[in-house]
């Protein structure tokens, strides 16, 4: 039987390394082809790593805990007869394992108070606060008289008023004392001095794998891709009211507002393919089937898994995979395949009151749409004033793919179906 490598995959586009959970299997099992060897910390999720080959794990070359670049080899699959000298004379050397354990990915790292800092984390002790400036002798600490237009020339130049003396009427502050005593530069008010606080001033918390991609990669995306934007309000009343309907059905899965927008969108781009495309340098790539990403936020970051053939899906059952989707993406227990090849991605940010915002493009897709809340709002119907659910769409595009009518073109022909919601059931 031939002599199978086992190297670091690479799950994701932007995955150049990863780092070994655990192993399932230990040096002396006999595996299978398909069997599950590992799992995989990517920059992403934590995803298992399948066997391509049958027979002996021979030799472990890359440890728990430890990180390895893609295409590394990190184990060994072949027959107790079978010669690999030759394959392990040429792997790298293990690295060495680390002092400590760390933390959780995200987990703040917190010097203690008189303890030297770490190298992770930088401490800084909030100093002393300096002794609050006392009022000079024989100023009244209680109500100062002063004009309204002293008061308000005060405020402006920084003049403690309670340092004045007034030579208006009855000793009252006058806005020639505040003039003068800004011109000779005395009497500024002193700066409030804020209540000390035991402990460091702040932390410095490691970036976690998701939030180290994400720092890595949008300047990649926001800087040289010409993004432009267009938005559209969307009536999603009837939207609302079949959803409910839906909803109320026995044995029929729940489905959100979210879902609507997936199958709308995958039929649309299925009408306006030049949305579904990407830049390649020298042309560009049209897709002819909608695998939408899906914006999932954790506490650590953003992932965006991927929903695949969108347009030959039902609304419900794009209601089961997001869901699912979702629920995977949170325990960091995504597929290999869900990690990357959108042609086309969703960001929601309904479910946080946010009524509009604009998303970045995550290369090398052309476009993303951004969703906001279904808000209660007045609205201006044929019999007058009255109230409706509307809810707002930004498409994010790049500018080398496509031009605004494009963009507006689509964003029309999705408001429509969204609009007519009883075409997403056909």
Known sequence: MAITKVVMPKLSEAMESG??????????????????????????????????????????????????????LIGVIAEPSDDISALLAGAPAPAAAPAAAPGPPGAPVVA???AAPSPAVRTVTRPEPAPTAAVPAGVTAGRVKASPLAKKIAAQSGVDLRLLQGTGPGGRIIRRDVEQASTRGVAAMPAATAPAVAGPEYEDRPLSPIR???????????????????????????????????????DQPKISINDFVVRATALTLMKHPEINASFQGDAVRVWRRAHIGIAVALEDGLITPVLRD??????????VEARALAERTRARKLRATELSGATFSISNLGMFDVAEFSAIINPPEGAILAVGSV???????????????????????????????????FLQDLKQLLEAPLRLLV
């Not at 959970?21 to 995989?40: H, M, S, Y």
């Open 212 to 250: 180290a991609t994400i720092a890595k990669r949008m300047p990649l995306s926001k800087a040289p891709v010409p993004h432009f934007y267009v938005t559209s309000e969307v009536a999603m009343d009837r939207a609302w009211e079949l959803r409910e309907e839906l909803n109320a059905l026995e």
């Open 310 to 319: 969108c347009q030959a899906k039902s609304l419900a059952q794009i209601a």
């Open 112 to 114: 203690p108070i008189g």
């Open 375 to 409: 808000r209660r709002v007045p609205v201006v119907e044929d019999a007058g004033l009255g109230v409706g659910r509307r809810m707002m769409l930004t498409l994010s595009c790049d500018h080398r793919v496509m031009d605004g009518a494009m963009g507006a073109r």
């Open 19 to 72: 780092k070994i959970i655990k192993w399932l299997k230990k040096e002396g099992d006999r595996v299978q082809a398909g069997d599950i060897l590992a799992e995989v910390e990517t920059d992403k999720a934590d995803v298992e790593m399948e066997a391509f080959g049958g027979g002996v794990l021979r030799k472990i070359l890359a440890q728990a805990g430890e990180k390895t670049p893609v295409g590394a």
